[in-house]
């Protein structure tokens, strides 16, 4: 095989940076203070680097998502614009977990309870349990009892001629329509 250079759509020429740096250096350079949406983003990266792979669209589209969710950028009324620095940082879904309380140094930590429901409280002064026989109940073995092999006699003779039944419910027959004669 002849040296192949790795054809991944993903991933833009070497002479146009990557994707993240293209949208940042826009939202930069167009400098509105609501922010900027999409189409200004696309129209200033396709006029600042003239070859751009033909998904470009969807690239724009996909990192601007990606971005958005790490963090990296902020959206506000569809426009896209850096995050404050002095906003707090966002909170995750679901409800945070409780801040730890800080044990004085010294004090011992007890063994965590064990799962399941705890044993009854037994009574010092009854005698102990007689021990329990290895029985197995009724004299029955446990479940299913196996099937029985087939005698040579049939419980139903089957038929001896004609087709073999179909299967499933057989149609409803419908009584035959006697004429009214006038």
Do not use: W
Not at 150 to 171: E, F, N, Y
């Amino acid at each position: 095989m002849a040296a192949e250079e790795p054809n991944n759509p993903t991933q833009p020429p070497s002479s146009i940076p990557q994707y993240p740096e293209m949208i940042l250096a826009a939202i930069e350079a167009l400098n509105d203070k609501n922010g900027s949406n999409k189409s200004s983003i696309s129209k200033y990266i396709e006029s600042t680097y003239g070859d751009l792979p033909a998904a470009h669209s969807t690239l724009l589209a996909h990192h601007l998502n990606k971005m958005k969710q790490g963090g990296d950028l902020v959206m506000a009324k569809n426009n896209y614009m850096k995050p404050d620095p002095n906003a707090p940082p966002r909170r995750g879904r679901g409800r945070p977990p409780k801040p730890k309380v800080p044990l004085p140094p010294g004090t011992v930590l007890s063994p965590p309870r064990p799962r399941g429901r705890p044993p009854k409280p037994r009574d010092p002064f009854a005698p102990p349990p007689p021990p329990k026989k290895a029985s197995t109940g009724s004299g029955k073995p446990r479940g299913r009892p196996p099937k029985k092999a087939k005698v040579g006699t049939p419980s139903s003779p089957a038929p001896a001629t004609g087709t073999p039944r179909p299967r499933g419910r057989p149609p409803k027959v419908k009584p035959a329509v006697v004429p009214v004669g006038c």
